[in-house]
């Protein structure tokens, strides 16, 4: 029912009328009316059977707001002042940990704590679809992996995701590193500033465009990153097509990234025929090489779609995660020393033998940093949570979730459950030492999701969060710019002047007090 109202509301009134005159010249006004009592006559009826058909229904306590509107403003308001969680709470402080709404255009149902985590991300195909964002399907395309389903979903994560196994990421750490020192480098040779925020998504977009796709040169990664950067503010805008909007910068974005990728796609197409690459030399020849094998279900569409999807899966999340880093250890002395000696350890390690790079073993050493950054993403997840379709009528809790709905989960709620993390307001990073007496309970730390759509990168981000964050606390001392930087979701989670930092070069025998 949403589906087929929703455009027409977002025309101011006088637009409304002009479409009407305009389109209706040859029809006489007696017909016109006809047509309108017809139309509200025949919606009426829906609307009542509609109502009938809930009304058997045991529906969840909750507001569905205005119409069509619904809740989505105050939603959408409450996360910006990073509010999201009070908004989540003061419902199910007024209704129960399952209570329904209306987000974005559909009735929802918000589902809190374990069980419901675990029927959201548990859940399968007949029952819940991913559901993204309108945008995200113009800009990402629709074969983007969040909406496939079926065998199509299977091969394309099957090929994403044979290159974030162990033994790939391991014979990468070099090339990240390399990367990410020669980013550090270039960027404090002429300032001793960097903004931290910026500095990340560079760090996360190069190594994206290197590491994962194969990209070498540098002038075609920065043509990348402008296109890509405007491609990502029309995922967070109105869907609105009209000349200088968000909308449509991001979609001639597109048009120009795909017309840049087209020749490599074909590049690596004929290299692979030829025998002169694999399909893991990275992840575009991994779907490129899905492709020659199903012809018939997976599309040179889908190879474009999904390469963009990686790109902006991994860019804002894992430059996320770093800059929190980077806040949390400017404004916490202890956890800022204690990384540093994790780190200045591994460094005189290598330092006493004979290869000199950085290795996989090395990265399993820092497991306190990597703590920070655990607890870092239960008090602050990057992802806030996510929606999903409701395809077949169905149950939880004792309450019904009818088909065309959909529900929401959110990481918070069960991240700040004291049940689940004793004192959850408290910065611990211990909480997540492996040898713990109770370890913590599944679909209770969902930071990377759960279940069958759970993150594929959360071990790629690993190992690029921690090169970074080993290569900053060696190299540099440092010092906020803004001391009082807080962090606000734009959706995402970020410092809110984006966390310029002062460094200074260490030399590698001085310790931080
Ligand atoms: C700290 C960094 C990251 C966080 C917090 C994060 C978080 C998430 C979450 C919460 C989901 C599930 C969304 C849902 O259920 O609706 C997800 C899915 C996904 N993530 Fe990540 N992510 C991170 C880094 C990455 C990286 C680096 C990549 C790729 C290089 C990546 C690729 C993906 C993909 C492809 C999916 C979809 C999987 C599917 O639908 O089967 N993510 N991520
Ligand atoms: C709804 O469930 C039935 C039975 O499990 C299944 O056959 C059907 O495909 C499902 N519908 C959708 C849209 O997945
Ligand atoms: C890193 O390894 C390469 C060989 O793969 C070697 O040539 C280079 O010297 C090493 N770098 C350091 C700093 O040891």
């Known amino acids: ?97 399952v209570f329904k709404t209306s987000l974005m255009g559909a009735p929802t149902v918000v589902i809190v704590g374990q069980a419901g985590n675990k029927f959201i991300l548990g859940s399968d195909e007949n029952v819940l679809v ?20 079926g ?26 590193d390399n990367l990410i020192t020669t980013l550090f480098l270039k960027s404090t040779k002429k300032t001793n500033i960097i903004p931290t925020v910026d500095f990340m998504k560079r760090v996360t977009f190069n190594i994206a465009s290197a590491v994962l796709f194969g990209i070498q040169n540098e002038v075609l990664i920065d043509e990348f990153c402008h296109d890509f950067t405007i491609a990502f503010k029309a995922i967070w805008s109105l869907p609105v097509n009209l000349p200088g909007l968000a909308y449509w910068h991001g979609m001639r974005a597109r048009s120009r990234i795909i017309d840049r990728l087209m020749p490599i796609i074909r590049k690596k197409s004929e290299e692979l025929r030829e025998g002169r690459s694999s399909p893991s030399s990275d992840v575009l020849s991994s779907l490129i090489d899905v492709k020659m094998q199903h012809e018939d279900v997976i599309s040179e569409e889908m190879i474009v779609d999904n390469f963009i999807t990686m790109m902006i899966a991994g860019h804002d999340t894992s430059a996320i995660l770093m800059s929190l880093m980077v806040w949390k250890m400017s404004k916490d002395p202890k956890i800022h020393r204690n990384i540093f000696e994790e780190q200045m350890d591994i460094q005189r390690d290598i330092e006493r033998r004979e290869d000199q790079n950085l290795t996989w073993s090395d990265i399993q050493k820092m497991k306190y940093t990597w703590r920070v950054a655990q607890e870092l993403m239960r008090i602050i997840p990057p992802v806030f949570g996510s929606f999903r ?52 309970p599944p679909y209770t730390y969902i930071p990377f999701g759960g279940g069958q759509h759970s993150c594929i990168g959360n071990e790629f981000a690993r190992v690029e969060t921690l090169i970074t964050m ?39 025998a001085t310790a931080i007090d």
């Open 1 to 97: 029912m949403s589906t087929t109202t929703t455009t027409i509301p977002h025309l101011p009134p006088s637009k409304r009328n002009t479409i009407t005159n305009y389109c209706c010249c040859h029809i006489n006004p007696m017909s016109i009316s006809i047509i309108v009592v017809v139309t509200l006559v025949s919606l009426f009826l829906l609307l009542k059977l509609y109502k009938k058909k809930l009304g058997n229904k045991n529906l969840p306590k909750g507001s569905l707001g205005y119409p069509l509107i619904g809740e989505t403003f105050s939603f959408l308001q409450a996360q910006k002042k990073d509010q999201g969680p009070e908004w989540i709470n003061d419902r199910v402080k007024k209704y129960g940990p």
């Open 130 to 149: 991913a559901k993204q964002p309108k945008t995200l399907s113009t800009v990402a395309g629709k074969h983007n992996i969040f909406e496939l389903t």
């Open 151 to 176: 065998s199509r979903y299977q091969l394309i994560k099957g090929a994403l995701s044979s290159f974030m196994k162990p033994t790939i990421l391991q014979s990468n750490v070099k090339h990240m």
């Open 389 to 440: 379709k409701v395809v077949n009528d169905t149950t939880f809790g004792g309450f019904d979730i009818p088909k065309g709905w959909q529900v929401f989960w959110s990481a918070y709620n069960t991240h700040m459950d004291s049940d689940v993390f004793t004192n959850p307001a408290e910065f611990d990073p211990s909480r997540f030492e492996t040898n713990l007496l109770k370890p913590i």
């Open 470 to 508: 080993y290569k900053l606390v060696t190299m540099f001392e440092w010092s906020l710019i803004y001391p009082d930087e807080v962090i606000t979701r734009q959706p995402m989670p970020y410092p809110s002047m984006g966390l310029p930092i002062k460094v200074k070069s260490r030399s590698s």
